[in-house]
């Protein structure tokens, strides 16, 4: 059993409750780096693929390589609260939220939770632009824009 962290305790962002949307990935041996902890780049993995998988199910005619308006990661972090290895955690559960809703762009929030876990291990987020074909920040789409909306979160009271 993990023990939970003090920077875990009393806040919002490290429990499921405060995710309205979750894809769960399989972690591999591979996966764990020279020290037997999961390697910082699966995290981030972990994120990219909650964050299309989203888009890809919620907006799928608004998302695809052949859209005419992309997002584009221009942030991104992970605050990695305790660490996982495989063989004792063999699958996480990625927490999606959106925090911040801008005209052309918006903040995701995520939270990864070893299988079973109501306490996240690491939290992260994205800050995504939506561009125009010249590479330009356009306007959110009206469809993306009303998924968003459906996994906002207030993230106010967020301490820590």
Request: proline letters at 6%; aromatic letters at 12%; hydrophobic letters at 40%.
């Amino acid at each position: 059993m993990l023990r939970v962290s003090h920077r875990v305790l009393g806040r919002r962002d490290t429990s499921r409750l405060f995710y309205p949307y979750f894809v769960s990935t399989p972690l591999r041996l591979s996966d764990n780096d020279g020290f037997m902890h999961v390697n910082n780049a699966v995290y981030f993995s972990c994120f990219d693929t909650a964050s299309v998988l989203f888009m890809a199910q919620e907006c799928p005619g608004e998302f695809g390589v052949h859209a005419p308006l992309k997002p584009f990661i221009a942030a991104s972090s992970c605050e990695f609260l305790r660490p996982m290895a495989v063989p004792q955690i063999l699958s996480v559960d990625t927490g999606v939220s959106i925090i911040k809703l801008g005209r052309s762009s918006c903040t995701f929030k995520f939270g990864l939770f070893p299988a079973q876990s109501d306490v996240a291990t690491a939290v992260g987020s994205f800050v995504h632009v939506w561009t125009d074909s010249s590479g330009r920040p356009t306007d959110i789409p009206v469809a993306v824009r009303s998924a968003y909306q459906r996994i906002f979160a207030d993230d106010s009271q967020e301490s820590g």
